[in-house]
């Protein structure tokens, strides 16, 4: 087993499973753009790598990731001349999931929010502890979906769970997201990673070749209705960021308020 501790994200191999740990515990594993480029930097390298058969994704600390880093994205609307974007960004690492060849197994081991919620999308096999819960706050930070999740969510949650989970800006507790279809597997907290990594090591075992050519026949149909689906988010992301609704909701996140989208 080898281990990499001075990054965003840690990594680790055993049995041909590689297991990548989202690493900022003190910010709920929130993405900035060091993670976001860390961790599309491990999976191209896992994807590259002829000892990798699954990749095990979770996080660590008390959440699995609080989606973007809101304080981030705020010096990006406020200051964008001056904003430094990483090497691949939020985009960067969504083109990486939709490609990723190999299983991805994602552990949910705490909150998921954002894209802790909507990576889900992209997970072949997905297990959560039963004391975790998720939200995507788009509608909370007047802003669209993300990651697919339009298209994604739909498909695996039909089409009343996913308006819930995508309009509402409501916690969906691990109970919840196991009856809506987003996860497959519920444990115990203490039994996750085990659990995630009993299967992981059971497709692990299996030839590489194999599992690539598998996943690989399953989603090439939906490459393309991906694809446009996160072309309609994006421009709705950038028709929405910098709006008064957009701006309200970030300045109600820097002071802890609850943000008063009545009078906008």
């Given at each position: 087993m080898?281990?990499?501790?001075?990054?965003?994200?840690?990594?680790?191999?055993?049995?041909?499973?590689?297991?990548?740990?989202?690493?900022?515990?003190?910010?709920?594993?929130?993405?900035?753009?060091?993670?976001?480029?860390?961790?599309?930097?491990?999976?191209?390298?896992?994807?590259?790598?002829?000892?990798?058969?699954?990749?095990?994704?979770?996080?660590?600390?008390?959440?699995?990731?609080?989606?973007?880093?809101?304080?981030?994205?705020?010096?990006?609307?406020?200051?964008?001349?001056?904003?430094?974007?990483?090497?691949?960004?939020?985009?960067?690492?969504?083109d990486?999931?939709?490609?990723?060849?190999?299983?991805?197994?994602?552990?949910?081991?705490?909150?998921?929010?954002?894209?802790?919620?909507?990576?889900?999308?992209?997970?072949?096999?997905?297990?959560?502890?039963?004391t975790?819960?998720?939200?995507?706050?788009?509608?909370?930070?007047?802003?669209?979906?993300?990651?697919a999740?339009?298209?994604?969510?739909?498909?695996?949650?039909?089409?009343?769970?996913?308006?819930?989970?995508?309009?509402?800006s409501?916690?969906?507790?691990?109970?919840?997201?196991?009856?809506?279809?987003l996860?497959?597997?519920?444990?115990?907290?203490?039994?996750?990673?085990?659990?995630?990594?009993?299967?992981?090591?059971?497709?692990?075992?299996?030839?590489?070749?194999?599992?690539?050519?598998?996943?690989?026949?399953?989603?090439?149909?939906?490459?393309?209705?991906?694809?446009?689906?996160?072309?309609?988010?994006?421009?709705?992301?950038?028709?929405?960021?910098?709006?008064?609704?957009?701006?309200?909701?970030?300045?109600?996140f820097?002071?802890?308020?609850?943000?008063?989208?009545?009078n906008?």
């Amino acid at each position: 087993m080898s281990a990499t501790t001075e990054s965003p994200i840690l990594v680790s191999d055993e049995n041909r499973v590689r297991t990548i740990t989202l690493n900022r515990p003190d910010a709920l594993n929130a993405c900035n753009e060091a993670l976001y480029d860390s961790l599309t930097e491990g999976l191209l390298a896992a994807a590259a790598d002829r000892s990798v058969a699954v990749v095990l994704l979770t996080g660590a600390g008390r959440a699995f990731c609080a989606g973007t880093d809101l304080v981030e994205m705020g010096a990006r609307v406020l200051d964008p001349d001056n904003f430094v974007d990483g090497k691949h960004g939020f985009l960067g690492l969504i083109d990486t999931l939709v490609d990723f060849p190999k299983p991805l197994v994602v552990a949910v081991n705490g909150l998921g929010l954002g894209i802790g919620a909507t990576i889900l999308g992209f997970a072949d096999l997905a297990f959560m502890s039963t004391t975790a819960k998720l939200k995507c706050p788009f509608t909370s930070l007047a802003v669209a979906p993300e990651a697919a999740s339009s298209f994604l969510f739909p498909r695996l949650l039909g089409h009343q769970a996913a308006t819930w989970m995508l309009l509402s800006s409501e916690w969906v507790s691990a109970a919840e997201a196991h009856e809506m279809g987003l996860v497959w597997k519920l444990t115990e907290p203490d039994d996750l990673l085990p659990e995630a990594r009993r299967h992981a090591e059971v497709l692990a075992a299996k030839p590489i070749s194999s599992l690539v050519a598998c996943k690989g026949v399953m989603l090439a149909p939906l490459k393309a209705e991906i694809a446009a689906a996160r072309e309609r988010e994006n421009q709705c992301f950038i028709d929405l960021l910098g709006t008064p609704e957009n701006n309200e909701a970030l300045a109600a996140f820097a002071e802890g308020r609850d943000p008063d989208f009545t009078n906008l």
